[in-house]
């Protein structure tokens, strides 16, 4: 009997199974530690921020990855806050300073999301209004964990926001800068309440007076920085809070109520801890006071006297012999009496900054004997001392060689061949200064061996040009910040040069550099860290050029296109799509109608936005931007759009947070060119 055979069965290959693909178990993420995986998004965020959201979208692993790793959430709207705090509940710093206002009910949705009680550390409201007592009970009640709250600019803010406050008993650092509102009462359940406290701020907290400083230094025994500025504080205060054990900066500024009597009394009463103290704009303070209170601070590093003493004299520059430790000594605006300076360098020797901006009495000779003194001198700041010359330059480059930040706008007197000095013996700067000044481009060749340079501010120099801005540009990579306001001999071909070899730059000014035209735009386009770009007054960029930045300068946050007439709304529309990081916009004069500030409006981070003089906008244009537009915080308007705009939608505005600033100004188109506007600059500075 014949058996039977089975013919083997053929698969139709469409319905061939396919090897299962890898589950999110297998993914490769997983092998990484998260602290490995970490490093790895921040080397990536810190080239482009808008990786992390490329990265987000790769995959399920990706997205869960990156919101491990995400550390501050900063949303746009507070009605975002409940989708924010579901997708990143572990993000320990909430930044609500792009939300104008906040109300009571966001914050009780901080408070409920599921990661709060456990994950939140630190919370910022400081741009933020709307909220009080109720929302800040919420949070005190559910995140016990909170230990970094800024309340700053808080006017609304009342001594029972402030008891709310003292509930969080796990505060370290405290801002209550200019919460005006706020008294004795509500500083003293802070006090009570929050006996960790580390870092406060009470600027500008016009209500508090001796009482409450009093309290705040018996019960918080570890703070280690507290800023009273503007504060009515007296002699009576002051010796409790120079007793704080661990009290390391002190900041005082504009403290009307301390004066030399004041300091007396507290002569041998400081604390040992004092590393910082900034008495700057004590205008009832002179240099009796500041002599006594230095012979009792041994380790004092930095001190700032600006606008404070009305003379400095020898005898004050000699009791800062006793501060052994001194590295920072600023004494902007203060005037020098014979030998003052002099005395300064035998006396501070081991100073690493020292600032006389606007300081009058200083002259070559006194000068140069104290810069031969200060061997270790890192950064000097002389701006607008006026009657310095080329001897004082020559001192300071040949015994400061290591100077890595030299300010010396408005020297008139230096002349462009002792600012080549520079160039050739302080190899190691990386700030600059030297706005209005002689520079040529002998000097700007000169600076290129400044290879280090990051920050370099140039302008009202007249007499540079684009051949020594190529030196610049060839010389120096890591060149971030350069200012090149009103230098009418720059064009197109120094900025290109510029774009091309400075690859980190993140802030340009090319205000009323006339020449200039939609190529060197072009060749900025290709620096993508730039946030930063002023070309106000130059009428030979148009749409074309802001385009290519729209679309290449993804990062771009401040934009000032004042008097670019050629401007319109085509550029508008590249912004809108490309240029969702710009907060601030300035469009007074170009030639944008309502369709492009419409369009301009939908990118919801913008927060200020000047309008003056725009022919093409209507008061229904308008209105529909500003309803549109939900972040604005600041605008500023041309006074006759006030009496157009119905007064209910004015308020709607405002009660969104955002103020109006109005502005009656004639309408004037011309550009002066630079040397006729320096000219007048000086009559005036003259007179």
Known sequence: MAMATTAPTRRDPKRRRLSPSPSPTTS????????????????AASADPRALKSFALASRACRAAESRHRRTLRPLRAELLPAALARYPRAPRLDLTLCARVPDAALAAVAAAPGAATSLRALDLSRSAGFGAAGLAAVAGACAGLEDLDLSNGVELWDAAAAEVGRMRGLTRLSLARCKAVTDMGLGCVA???????????????????????LLALK???LTALDLSYTMITKESLPVIMKLPNLQVLTLVGCIGIDDDALGSVENECSKSLQVLDMSHCQNVTDVGVSSIVKSMPNLLELDLSYCCPQVTPSMARSFKNITKLRTLKLEGCKFVAD?????????VSIRELSLSK???????????????????????????????????????????????????????VSSGALQLIGK???????????DSDLDDEGLKALAGCSKLSSLKIGICLRISDEGLTHIGKSCPKLRDIDLYRCGGIRDDGI?????????????????CTEI???????????????????RGCPRVSSTGLSEIAMGCRLLSKLDIKKCFEINDVAMLYLSQFSHSLRQINLSYCSVTDIGLLSLSSICGLQNMTIVHLSGITPNGLIAALMVCGGLRKVKLHEAFKSMMPSHMIKAVEARGCGFQWIDKPFKVEVEPCDVWKQQSQDVLVR
């Open 359 to 413: 300081c009058s009495g200083v002259t070559d000779m006194e000068l140069s004997f104290a810069v031969s003194r200060l061997k270790n001198l890192l950064k000097l700041d002389i701006t607008c001392c006026r009657n310095i010359t080329d001897v004082s330059l020559a001192a300071i480059t040949s015994s400061c060689a290591s100077l890595i930040s030299l300010r010396m706008e408005a020297c008139s007197r």
């Open 496 to 512: 290109v040069q510029i774009a091309l070899g400075c690859p980190m730059l993140e802030s340009i000014n090319l205000s009323y």
């Open 192 to 214: 009570v309440g929050c006996a960790e406290l580390r870092d406060l701020s009470l600027k500008w907290c016009l209500g508090v007076t001796d009482l409450g400083i009093r």
């Open 425 to 435: 013996h302080c190899s190691q700067l990386e700030e600059l200064d030297l706005t």
């Open 220 to 222: 918080c025994r570890k």
């Open 28 to 43: 490769p993420l997983h092998s990484l530690a998260d602290e490995l995986l970490f490093l790895i998004l921040d080397r």
């Open 340 to 348: 003052g300076l002099k005395t300064i360098g035998t006396s501070c």
């Open 517 to 535: 035209t939609d190529r060197s735009l072009m060749a900025l386009s290709k620096c993508g860290k730039l946030n930063t770009l002023e070309i």
